[in-house]
Nanobody, 121 residues
Framework: QVQLVESGGGLVQPGGSLRLDCAAS????????MAWFRQAPGKERELVAD???????NYADAVKGRFTIARDNAKNTISLQMNNLKSEDTAVYYC???????????????WGQGSQVTVSS
């Protein structure tokens, strides 16, 4: 069984900063791409940023220059440092991992429990 456990998030004023962390544990044979998604009320879940095992990153245009995704391959963790937060960043943030549980399995996606980020004065 694989679990992704998130921590961080909360309430912050516009222009402030928050950090999200996510730790994957369990029967992990090979970790692939890891990512952060978010879902605002009434909207579809969207990709915020992802990071390959090589360290290559991609960001949504809306967060470029403000958010930074990082990973620790040895610990199977990812983080999202969010700076200069805006009200439109308010959403539930989910970590995501694409991984194999054995040498012979295919890649499967796993999700964290979700963390509320609220940007408001």
């Amino acid at each position: 069984q694989v679990q992704l456990v998130e921590s961080g998030g909360g309430l912050v004023q516009p222009g402030g900063s928050l950090r999200l962390d996510c730790a994957a544990s369990g029967n992990i044979f090979l970790m692939g791409t890891m990512a952060w998604f978010r879902q605002a009320p009434g909207k579809e879940r969207e990709l915020v940023a992802d990071i390959f095992s090589t360290g290559l990153t991609n960001y949504a245009d809306a967060v470029k220059g403000r958010f930074t995704i990082a990973r620790d391959n040895a610990k199977n963790t990812i983080s999202l440092q969010m700076n200069n937060l805006k009200s439109e960043d308010t959403a539930v943030y989910y970590c995501n991992a694409d991984l194999k549980v054995s040498r012979f399995s295919t890649y499967q996606q796993y999700w964290g429990q979700g963390s509320q980020v609220t940007v408001s004065s």
